[in-house]
């Protein structure tokens, strides 16, 4: 019997999860409740129901057709009965513009490998693949190993996204159907990584050990948050644990914050606690991986959203992306 496991979206052509031309799974579900996260929608393992103000035309065909009775539509807006809604689906099959969604659909492991290799020609001629991210593809361990060992069989590169938060035997039955880590590292101070994280460092550092020991090539990433990863301290110690404990360790990414997510927050009635804080400055970021660089780091690369700075074009608070 394959397993079932549950996916929010299958991204393609992806171009800064791994190399080449990719096909990124973000998988339902994860351990860690980072204060800025980015994906909000894929914290929670469950199948949610979300609605999007901006798409609904008010017909009240969700309304009608709820079979729980979960419905209303308000002047504020589509209010859900979260005790009452089953996440069956029915109102997003009766909605005509695509306004109620369920964010997280069911996959068999078979289902979604088969999904994947629709793609299988663009990873052969860009050297791509699938990159296994979320949430967090640990979390659902079982149905991700077989998804990655269904690509293997076919031949396709696969690059595992993790924070690097799960048990060591997870991490190991994975490791041999994984030929790229992308391992979260994003702050060292202990205390810092439990506030911010909701989870403790010291996993995350064990983990780091195991896909050393693995030799697998490995990709550091950092996410660069304002007042919570940003100082060069924090940077600094990164680099030091890099070179000193993970020879396997390819290149040291850093990715500036963006406060994209914050429609996200609102499909979940939640506000971006980040929401005022303004994006990292192309200094910032350039700083921050040439110290990266001064620790001993040889391939440091930033990305993301930033901010430029008046003396680079005098346009204050214009957000651009840039690939350093
Ligand atoms: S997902 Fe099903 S139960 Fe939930 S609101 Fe829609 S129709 Fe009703
Ligand atoms: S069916 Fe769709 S468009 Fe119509 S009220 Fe419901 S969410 Fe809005």
Same mark, same amino acid.
């Not at 129901?49 to 709820?66: E, F, M, N, P, S």
């Not at 809604?85 to 997003?92: I, K, L, N, P």
């Not at 911010?196 to 195991?210: E, F, K, Q, R």
């Given at each position: 019997?394959?397993?079932?496991?549950?996916?929010?979206?299958?991204?393609?052509?992806?171009?800064?999860?791994?190399?080449?031309?990719?096909?990124?799974?973000?998988?339902?579900?994860?351990?860690?409740?980072?204060?800025?996260?980015?994906?909000?929608? #894929?914290?929670?393992?469950?199948?949610?129901?979300?609605?999007?103000?901006?798409?609904?035309?008010?017909?009240?065909?969700?309304?009608?057709?709820?079979?729980?009775?979960?419905?209303?539509?308000?002047?504020?807006?589509?209010?859900?009965?979260?005790?009452?809604?089953?996440?069956?689906?029915?109102?997003?099959?009766?909605?005509?513009?695509?306004?109620?969604?369920?964010?997280? =659909?069911?996959?068999?492991?078979?289902?979604?490998?088969?999904?994947?290799?629709?793609?299988?020609?663009?990873?052969?001629?860009?050297?791509?693949?699938?990159?296994?991210?979320?949430?967090? %593809?640990?979390?659902?361990?079982?149905?991700?190993?077989?998804? %990655?060992?269904?690509? =293997?069989?076919?031949?396709?590169?696969?690059?595992?996204?993790?924070?690097?938060?799960?048990?060591? =035997?997870?991490?190991?039955?994975?490791?041999?159907?994984?030929?790229?880590?992308?391992?979260?590292?994003?702050?060292?101070?202990?205390?810092?990584?439990?506030?911010?994280?909701?989870?403790?460092?010291?996993?995350?550092?064990?983990? %780091?050990?195991?896909?050393?020991?693995?030799?697998?090539?490995?990709?550091?990433?950092?996410?660069?948050?304002?007042?919570?990863?940003?100082?060069?301290?924090?940077?600094?110690?990164?680099?030091?644990?890099?070179?000193?404990?993970?020879?396997?360790?390819?290149?040291?990414?850093?990715?500036?914050?963006?406060?994209?997510?914050?429609? =996200?927050?609102?499909?979940?009635?939640?506000?971006?606690?980040?929401?005022?804080?303004?994006?990292?400055?192309?200094? #910032?970021?350039?700083?921050?991986?040439?110290? %990266?660089?001064?620790?001993?780091?040889?391939?440091?690369?930033?990305?993301?959203?930033?901010?430029?700075?008046?003396?680079?074009?005098?346009?204050?608070?214009?957000?651009?992306? #840039?690939?350093?």
């Amino acid at each position: 019997m394959t397993t079932s496991g549950i996916i929010t979206n299958i991204q393609r052509c992806s171009t800064e999860d791994g190399p080449g031309i990719r096909t990124t799974v973000f998988f339902k579900g994860c351990p860690m409740s980072c204060s800025w996260c980015h994906n909000i929608e #894929t914290i929670n393992p469950e199948s949610t129901l979300v609605w999007y103000k901006v798409k609904c035309i008010g017909d009240q065909a969700c309304v009608r057709i709820c079979p729980e009775d979960a419905l209303t539509l308000t002047p504020d807006g589509l209010k859900i009965d979260r005790e009452r809604c089953v996440v069956c689906g029915t109102c997003e099959e009766a909605c005509p513009t695509g306004a109620v969604k369920v964010m997280g =659909k069911s996959w068999t492991s078979v289902d979604l490998v088969q999904e994947l290799l629709k793609d299988k020609v663009f990873f052969e001629t860009s050297n791509g693949g699938v990159t296994l991210s979320g949430g967090e %593809a640990t979390f659902q361990s079982k149905f991700a190993l077989e998804v %990655a060992k269904g690509l =293997k069989d076919e031949g396709v590169h696969v690059a595992l996204d993790t924070c690097g938060y799960c048990s060591e =035997k997870v991490l190991w039955d994975l490791l041999p159907y994984v030929d790229l880590i992308l391992y979260d590292l994003k702050i060292m101070d202990p205390q810092k990584h439990k506030e911010y994280t909701g989870v403790p460092l010291d996993t995350v550092l064990t983990n %780091a050990h195991i896909v050393a020991e693995s030799g697998k090539p490995t990709w550091i990433r950092t996410p660069i948050i304002p007042e919570h990863t940003d100082d060069e301290e924090n940077i600094r110690a990164i680099a030091r644990f890099v070179l000193q404990h993970l020879p396997n360790v390819e290149r040291y990414d850093l990715l500036a914050f963006n406060r994209m997510c914050i429609d =996200k927050y609102e499909l979940f009635d939640l506000e971006y606690p980040l929401k005022d804080y303004d994006l990292v400055s192309v200094e #910032t970021m350039e700083n921050l991986a040439q110290v %990266a660089r001064e620790e001993g780091l040889s391939n440091v690369v930033w990305s993301g959203m930033t901010k430029r700075s008046k003396k680079m074009n005098n346009m204050e608070n214009q957000e651009i992306e #840039t690939c350093g």
